[in-house]
């Protein structure tokens, strides 16, 4: 009888991990080209903006709240970018653009906690605002053109390197993703910061009382997720070699799915950005599962929103269950 | 009663209603430009741009009273239209028509709700994502070509004059805003919903079914968003399915700005309005100054940040009195 329920509890905890695999075995059978060289540095290279995005925001998440700014992020830090590159060489423009996306994080958080706003629906508001500033900052900055890459005068092979560059069977942009990776999920899981998150995402007026300064981490959180937005931007600049000032729509919301479909709970307080990872993988394998047997793009995105309810759905009645 | 109290007493008013100060001041604003702004012509063009974000904005109302929010509802418009036109076109009555749309929207509303009431998932998450479902199935339906209406009758709905030239838009908006003011403030249905978006808990152990009155505020947002739908595919003659792609963010935005709350239990028709026409008299005001449409939306961005930022300010003093 224990058994049973433990195989149960362990199905239901590893819900990501069994859509993948059936997904893999279904799309493989069907469409052998699947299981090919090719599609599997097709599949790590899709890894790149959304993986990071989705990092950034899982933190946000665990802390219950939720940052919609990330749309204008994206969309600023990469015309942002890429426009510096001619005037001051393209490490000072990489430099640029991360503490671009880390001010405009900072900026995020310093205003919540100075507005005072304490839920998650004052939160979404709020940075939906930030979100339409930016993306209107970044539209007036360009003048609403694409820049390209190929019309600068100064070299981009940092750009270049990270857009396309393979070390060994591994694209550049994934290495850097999994260096991130370990750097935030080690800064999350052993450092005091780190657990404030968690803290206060599983109960703010505990923590408070604890002694912790949660404004200070809700700043904190903020500006890590302004961070990997602009990592994420610098990485789609590099693979597209262009910046659009509207670059950066529907980030937000396939950021926020990855991050559930992980399992990490929107009420905040427990995740990790490991499961986020997974959240991405199973989204981008829909997609490129999709491609491959050949479904309609409309389709694709009636199947997105249904996935995104579902997982929110069965989260929930998992949630309910092992409690 | 000295002036000094009355003083006083204006300005916490004001204060409270920061969307009516909002639009008092763009009016005096506009006082010192020499433009179309102060002209009948105008202002009823301004009506009519409400009408559609004001309708859905009274179904959004009745969820967000109940301490929830639906983001699906710019899908749910989209969606609608998408379906009355394509069914006229396939030779289907036009009120027979409008009515499977109603309904399309009422079942959409239905699913939500049962996936937040029942379920009790976290509303604006999963209507997030019902908007992106719909979204699809509208693009599916319309191969993301906007598609004309061949029966010219449908475009009578929305584009009729009234009493000289009074669009009729503004009188299905007053009609549907007095039922939902009425309902709100006079029934034991709208003040049930008050009820619980106060205090669940409470509502729940004073015997109201709370339940069925959440499930019911979801479906008739999702109703009103299909009803908007129906009119805004009317007023274009076409469907199509870019239509609505912010609105679900921009209505609630206005409901909130309005001064209906999110934490639940605050608010009503009248202050949910009075939310969406700041944004419309706001965009208003920037195209009669001619200001170009990336500045306004930098401009609409601010006040949005702005107000909701005050508004929680204001609670957080609250809280600290308290």
Redesign the interface.
């Known amino acids: 009888m224990e058994k049973t329920i433990n195989v149960k509890k362990i199905v239901l905890q590893n819900l990501v991990l069994l859509g993948i695999i059936v997904l893999c075995i279904v799309t493989a059978i069907v469409e052998p080209l699947f299981l090919t060289q090719d599609n599997f540095t097709n599949i790590l290279r899709q890894f790149g903006p959304l993986s990071f995005a989705a990092l950034g925001m899982t933190y946000v998440i665990i802390g219950g709240f939720i940052d919609l700014s990330v749309v204008g992020t994206i969309s600023l830090v990469g015309v942002v970018t890429l426009s510096l590159i001619d005037p001051i060489g393209q490490a000072g423009a990489l430099f640029c653009g991360l503490l671009l996306g880390t001010f405009l994080g900072f900026l995020n958080g310093v ?1 919540l906690v ?9 939160v ?3 940075t ?6 930016f ?3 970044a ?2 900055y360009t003048n ?1 053109e694409t820049e390209h890459m190929s019309r600068l005068s100064n070299p981009y092979t940092i750009f270049t390197f990270i857009g396309n560059g393979k070390i060994g069977p591994f694209t550049a942009s994934i290495i850097l993703f999994v260096i991130a990776l370990i750097i935030i999920e080690w800064f999350y899981r052993k450092t005091l910061w780190g657990r404030q998150i968690a803290l206060m995402g599983g109960n703010k007026t505990a923590a408070t009382l604890c002694g912790y300064n949660m404004k200070k981490t809700l700043v904190l959180v903020y500006t890590i997720c302004g961070l990997f937005a602009a990592m994420g931007s610098i990485v789609l600049i590099s693979r597209v070699t262009t910046a659009s000032p509207v670059a950066g729509a529907g980030y937000e ?1 396939d950021a ?2 990855s991050v ?1 479909v992980g399992g990490t709970a ?2 905040g307080g427990t995740g990790s950005g490991i499961r986020t990872v997974l959240g991405v993988l199973l989204i981008i394998l829909l997609s490129n599962c999709m491609n491959m047997l050949g479904v ?11 996935v ?2 579902i997982a ?2 069965l989260d ?2 998992k949630e ?1 269950q092992i409690h | 009663m000295s002036t000094k109290s009355v003083l006083i007493k204006t300005k916490k008013i004001l204060l409270k209603q920061k969307a009516v100060l909002a639009i008092l001041a763009m009016i005096v604003l506009m006082l010192f430009f020499d433009t179309q702004f102060f002209t009948v012509y105008n202002w009823l063009n301004i009506f009519r741009s409400v009408t559609v974000q004001g309708i859905i904005a009274m179904g959004v109302t009745m969820t967000v009273l109940c301490a929830a929010c639906d983001l699906s509802v710019g899908g749910t418009m989209c969606l609608s239209g998408v379906i009355a036109v394509l069914m006229i076109n396939f030779g289907v009555p036009i009120p027979i028509a409008c009515l499977c749309a109603l309904l399309s929207g009422a079942l959409v509303g239905a699913v939500n709700g049962f996936l937040v009431v029942h379920q009790r998932t976290e509303p604006f998450i999963i209507t997030l994502g019902m908007g992106t479902l719909l979204k699809g199935i509208s693009q599916l339906l319309t191969d993301a070509h906007p598609i004309a209406c061949t029966n010219m009758s449908f475009m009578q709905i929305a584009n009729t004059k009234i009493l000289g030239q009074i669009p009729i838009l503004i009188l299905y908006m007053l009609v549907i805003f007095l039922l939902f003011f009425w309902i709100l403030r006079f029934t034991n249905y709208g003040r049930n919903c008050y009820a619980i978006g106060g205090n669940y808990e409470v509502a729940k152990y004073s015997g109201i079914n709370t339940l069925a009155i959440k499930w019911s505020a979801f479906i008739i947002s999702g109703a009103m968003a299909a009803l908007a739908g129906i009119l805004l595919s009317s007023r274009m003659n076409s469907a199509s399915s870019v239509y609505g792609d912010n609105t679900g963010m921009l209505v609630n935005c206005g409901v909130v700005i309005g001064g209906t709350s999110f934490a639940g239990g605050v608010g009503g028709a009248a202050e949910s309005f009075i939310g969406i026409f700041v944004l419309q008299l706001m965009t208003n005001c920037m195209d009669c100054l001619g200001i170009g449409s990336y500045v306004q939306e930098l401009l609409q961005g601010i006040i949005i940040v702005l107000i909701l930022g005050f508004d929680c300010y204001s609670r957080l003093k609250k809280r600290e009195h308290a």
């Open positions: 205003i100075k507005f005072g706003a304490m839920t998650q629906a004052e979404l508001f709020i939906y605002g930030m979100s339409s500033i993306g209107a900052i539209l007036i609403s919301t926020i799915m559930v929107l009420a309609s793009t409309y389709l694709q995105t009636i199947m997105k929103g249904l995104l309810v929110i759905w929930n009645r309910q």
